[in-house]
């Protein structure tokens, strides 16, 4: 069992920064996700990193805003949000796998741990 926490949301206005951690309760060589699910709306894949942090990916909503890292020796990732939109707008969340035997995906049911979630409001 791996337990997730996501920490890091609140209130921003458009234009502004956030940055996410997700902290692990054990070191994960799998790949992390972030994905988030606004009012209404279906769960989305954000970004994800692999085991090493060699490989990212990227929707394409968020390529060229937001940056996704990892630090395995702190058992946390991270993910940098620049100039938010209101579209933004979501509960985030973090998930991983435990193993070795996993690779870097888009799909949400690839991934075996969720954290609770952290909300990100952008709003002026």
């Known amino acids: 069992q791996v337990q997730l926490v996501e920490s890091g949301g609140g209130l921003v206005q458009p234009g502004g920064s956030l940055r996410l951690s997700c902290a692990a309760s054990i070191r994960t060589f799998s790949p992390l996700g972030w994905f988030r699910q606004a009012p209404g709306k279906e769960r989305e894949f954000v970004a994800a990193?692999?085991?090493?942090?060699?490989?990212?990916i990227y929707a394409d909503s968020v390529k060229g805003r937001f940056t996704i890292s990892r630090d395995n020796a702190k058992k946390t990732t991270y993910l940098q949000m620049n100039s938010l939109k209101p579209e933004d707008t979501a509960v985030y969340y973090c998930a991983t796998n435990r193993g070795m035997d996993y690779g870097i995906n888009r799909r949400q049911t690839e991934y075996a741990y969720w954290g609770q979630g952290t909300q990100v409001t952008v709003s002026s």
């Open positions: 990193i692999n085991w090493n942090g060699v490989s990212t």
